[in-house]
């Protein structure tokens, strides 16, 4: 693992990661629209989440927002998914209390290849869209779930997390019957960068959410549903990633 890795572990353990991205964000442009991001979420989280909420987080990587899960519902049943070796365990260690899986979730079950980006682990994913050239990869076996088929019997997810770096439509497809059931909010990643690689586009993810299961997509932060041809224009000008599914 980096170093820069390290310290960030180390913030994230010694619980001064915020205080520190807020002092970034002061000074540089970026980590400033990345603390805009984290309001925009915390501010969903806290106004969707009940004591009692039951959450999925999918890509659950070093935990902030599984954190922040626990937080608010401390009484809820918690699922994660992190099909990287090392920061699974890392999760596994600090969530005692969270059902943390060593695994991803796609449409099947099974097992397939996962590439690691080892010097951005945020990045990694089903795809090598790196093809080894701009940064340093590894391709590791990782086990296969499903919602559908492998979520506890009687479990009531609340709020699903889902950040898989663009094979979010593989996470909706094996997915679809318990998001049509139970209708959680859905918050989700999708852009130019990542879904192309999946071939997946706008119509796929609108077909799934908002024709199969019922939900309407928001812009995070916005009170406004998404048309499908608003959806896909927010998708080609290739600003905004982050959208939220709800009732």
Not at 143 to 168: C, M, N, Q, W
Not at 169 to 184: D, K
Request: glycine letters at 8%.
């Amino acid at each position: 693992m980096m170093v820069r890795d390290r310290l960030i572990d180390a913030a994230i353990r010694l619980h001064i990661d915020e205080p520190l991205r807020k002092a970034r964000s002061r000074v540089s442009a970026r980590d400033g629209e990345i603390a805009e991001e984290e309001r925009e979420l915390a501010q969903l989280l806290g106004s969707t989440l009940t004591p009692t909420s039951n959450c999925i987080d999918i890509g659950g990587y070093r935990g902030r927002v599984l954190g922040e899960m626990l937080r608010l519902a401390p009484d809820g049943r918690h699922i994660a998914y992190e099909p990287n070796p090392h920061l699974h365990d890392r999760l596994a260690k600090r969530f005692p209390a969270v059902d943390v899986r060593c695994a991803a979730v796609s449409n099947e079950r099974g097992e397939t290849t996962f590439t690691v980006v080892r010097d951005a682990p945020g990045l990694s994913g089903f795809r090598d869209r790196w093809q080894g050239e701009e940064h340093r990869t590894q391709a590791i076996p990782v086990r296969l779930e499903t919602l559908d088929t492998d979520l506890p019997e009687g479990y009531v997810p609340h709020f699903i997390k889902i950040d898989v770096e663009g094979a979010e439509r593989l996470v909706f497809e094996g997915g679809i019957r318990t998001i049509a059931r139970h209708r959680p909010t859905i918050l989700f990643e999708h852009g130019k960068g990542g879904a192309d690689h999946y071939d997946t586009g706008p119509a796929d993810i609108h077909g799934l959410l908002v024709g199969e299961a019922k939900l309407r997509i928001f812009a995070v932060g916005s009170e406004r549903p998404l048309s499908l041809a608003e959806f896909e224009e927010t998708f080609q000008r290739n600003d905004q990633w982050n959208f939220v599914a709800r009732a």
